[in-house]
């Protein structure tokens, strides 16, 4: 598996390098220290699977340096999940992260124990959101069954439910999610489409009126796991 990771603080860089080393067999580490760095290691490593990033590089600050990176990686085609690893943890910042395609967000204050928690989460397709911001950002639940059924949703999402979930989970946008299904499948579909089962699935996990970045947060919330591997039955 090829990670990159990319931090500006060679000291912290070796720290997260010797965790992810000790928990994944085969690792092939990319570091970068700039998002310059970051950008060119995406054209150069077509294998990059997850990308563990700062948001304050000497070279760009703020969400703005997720916004910049994603942008490279569609440019080549590639989308790898891209997890925020930051000092900075304010519930705005989260909701920025998530609205611009992040699949995750670890503190930088956290455990070592924690941080390897929240990678093999990442890696076996789950999402990791710090509790304090689960808890501030409780989303506005359905009434009955569907919110009471929340955590037995994986049995109850269809086939196509659970494949435009686990690309949700990947960060990909509506467009890019209705391209994949649709080379996947060989049979067209809309990003209307995918919209329409982000709405299906938000109801299903007991919120109402959210786009993909609250489903986001709910699976993290849920402990869910949307791993893409075989195909669907749909």
Known sequence: MQIL?????????????????????????IEAGSLAAACEAITTHAGIALILLDLCLTDS?????????????????????????????????????????????I??????????????????GGVYIPELYLRS??????????????????PKLTDTE??????CVQGLTYKHI?????????KAMSDLTVKTHVKNIAIKMGIAGEGKAAVVAQIGRLDLRFPIGAEDGA
Do not use: W
Not at 62 to 89: H, M, N, Q, Y
Not at 178 to 186: H, Q
């Open 61 to 105: 600050a703020g969400i703005d340096t997720l916004r910049v990176l994603r942008a490279a990686c569609e440019a080549v085609g590639r989308f790898p999940r891209i997890v925020i690893v930051s000092g900075a943890d304010d519930p705005d910042l989260i909701d920025s992260a998530l609205n611009e395609h992040g699949t995750g967000f």
């Open 178 to 186: 209705a391209r994949a299904i649709s080379e996947r499948r060989g």
């Open 162 to 167: 659970r494949l435009v979930a686990s690309y």
């Open 137 to 154: 950002r409780q989303p506005r639940g359905l009434p009955g069954v569907a919110q009471a059924s929340a955590r037995q949703v994986g």
């Open 5 to 29: 990771l990319v931090d500006d603080h060679p000291h912290v860089r070796m720290g997260s390098a010797l965790s992810l080393h000790e928990m994944i067999d085969g690792l092939v580490l």
């Open 107 to 124: 503190p930088k204050g956290v455990s070592g124990a924690i941080f390897k928690n929240a990678i093999q989460l990442t890696l076996a």
